[in-house]
């Protein structure tokens, strides 16, 4: 029985349960661990010898038939290991002693410590991820160097800079560097947004005040949502210029326009993405590209942990399948 762990928040357990039931009598067992019930609920002991050798054992929550179940693991029966996600709102505490956020930053090194030091294959490392959020600069850096086009691209808060970047005709395309909840219910966030150039010149103190991740406007036929899985690549073509809500950016959903669908990319885009996969240390993750009308295809950031269940609906595509299969031959 080959056990594979997996660090991810119970929050987002709609995320992940898929994956679970997929590999329902499959010969794997799969133990969750959500940081978020360290040390409460879970423990973990682990030693190191003279020669630096690790042993110990943590405990992980089984998954069977739907429920979870409490069990204590071996750390060198670990196969395979994957960070996904952890819990994305946290209720805040008022008058958090001094104790208490020693305990939780002790906790949180102590994880840290704990998920560094395994010995096994890793879908997604917490490191990896960690250095990837909030930085598509560098993602476009390597999608670049691996042969993939991506748009031009500045960050910047000098205004006359800016100006000299934008286009007088397209203007650019802002986003928000980082991904920050905007309000208390953690639901209000940032999206892309057009800017002419007319309005960039004029906003030189909100400029000078706050730095922005600015690109070109890339023109398009469609767009991709691809999810590398492993060696496999799974593809859905979204028709987002059929709506003028998605037009800019499609998390402006409209499902009754925009059509989706399961497509394969060109042989020579796969190849870059794989490689791009490889040089960034991902097995898994979500890529989102623009097709322009002349059939050229932009690269322009990947999420290790991007959404994928709308796209498996209605596209039709076999995600939770493949994950399946990749957790298997890890």
């Given at each position: 029985?080959?056990?594979?762990?997996i660090?991810?928040g119970?929050?987002?357990?709609?995320?992940?349960?898929?994956?679970?039931q997929?590999?329902?009598?499959?010969?794997?067992?799969?133990?969750?661990?959500?940081p978020?019930?360290?040390?409460?609920?879970?423990?973990?002991?682990?030693?190191?010898?003279?020669?630096?050798?690790?042993?110990?054992?943590m405990?992980?929550?089984e998954y069977?038939?739907?429920?979870?179940?409490?069990?204590?693991?071996?750390?060198?029966?670990?196969?395979?290991?994957?960070?996904?996600?952890?819990?994305?709102?946290?209720?805040?505490k008022?008058?958090v002693?001094?104790?208490?956020?020693?305990?939780a930053?002790?906790?949180?090194?102590?994880?840290?410590?704990?998920?560094?030091?395994?010995?096994?294959?890793?879908?997604?490392?917490?490191d990896?991820?960690?250095?990837l959020a909030?930085?598509?600069?560098?993602?476009?850096k390597?999608?670049?160097?691996c042969?993939?086009?991506?748009?031009?691209?500045?960050?910047?808060?000098?205004?006359?800079?800016?100006?000299?970047?934008?286009?007088?005709?397209?203007?650019?395309?802002?986003?928000p560097?980082?991904y920050?909840?905007?309000?208390?219910?953690?639901?209000?966030?940032?999206?892309?947004?057009?800017?002419?150039?007319?309005?960039?010149?004029?906003?030189?103190s909100?400029?000078?005040?706050?730095?922005?991740?600015?690109?070109?406007?890339?023109k398009?036929?469609?767009?991709?949502?691809?999810?590398?899985?492993?060696?496999k690549?799974l593809?859905?073509?979204?028709?987002?210029?059929?709506?003028?809500?998605?037009?800019?950016?499609w998390?402006?959903?409209?499902?009754?326009?925009?059509?989706?669908?399961?497509?394969?990319?060109?042989?020579?885009?796969?190849?870059k993405?794989?490689?791009?996969m490889?040089?960034?240390?991902?097995?898994?993750?979500?890529?989102?590209?623009?097709?322009?009308?002349?059939?050229?295809?932009?690269f322009?950031?990947?999420?290790?942990?991007?959404?994928?269940?709308?796209?498996?609906?209605?596209?039709?595509?076999?995600i939770?399948?493949?994950?399946a299969?990749?957790?298997?031959?890890?």
């Amino acid at each position: 029985m080959k056990n594979i762990l997996i660090i991810a928040g119970l929050g987002e357990r709609y995320y992940f349960e898929p994956f679970l039931q997929a590999c329902t009598g499959k010969k794997i067992r799969i133990g969750v661990f959500d940081p978020d019930c360290f040390p409460s609920d879970l423990s973990i002991h682990v030693t190191m010898d003279n020669g630096g050798k690790i042993a110990g054992s943590m405990d992980v929550l089984e998954y069977y038939s739907g429920e979870f179940k409490k069990i204590r693991l071996s750390i060198s029966d670990i196969n395979g290991a994957w960070y996904l996600r952890e819990n994305t709102i946290h209720p805040k505490k008022k008058d958090v002693s001094v104790e208490d956020k020693f305990c939780a930053n002790e906790s949180r090194g102590a994880v840290r410590s704990l998920l560094s030091s395994l010995e096994c294959r890793w879908v997604n490392r917490k490191d990896v991820v960690d250095f990837l959020a909030s930085n598509k600069f560098f993602q476009q850096k390597i999608a670049g160097q691996c042969g993939l086009s991506v748009p031009r691209t500045a960050i910047s808060n000098d205004p006359k800079c800016l100006e000299q970047f934008s286009d007088p005709q397209d203007g650019l395309l802002l986003k928000p560097i980082g991904y920050m909840k905007l309000d208390k219910a953690g639901k209000k966030c940032l999206y892309s947004q057009r800017f002419s150039h007319k309005e960039l010149v004029g906003s030189p103190s909100s400029i000078r005040r706050c730095p922005v991740f600015s690109q070109e406007y890339v023109k398009k036929r469609c767009e991709h949502r691809v999810m590398v899985i492993g060696e496999k690549i799974l593809s859905c073509r979204i028709d987002s210029q059929a709506s003028e809500k998605t037009m800019i950016d499609w998390r402006h959903y409209d499902f009754e326009r925009v059509m989706h669908e399961q497509v394969v990319l060109p042989l020579v885009i796969q190849q870059k993405l794989l490689r791009f996969m490889e040089e960034i240390e991902l097995r898994y993750g979500a890529i989102d590209m623009i097709e322009t009308p002349d059939g050229d295809f932009v690269f322009l950031e990947v999420n290790p942990s991007g959404q994928w269940g709308w796209i498996a609906d209605l596209a039709g595509l076999p995600i939770k399948e493949v994950v399946a299969e990749m957790l298997v031959n890890l």
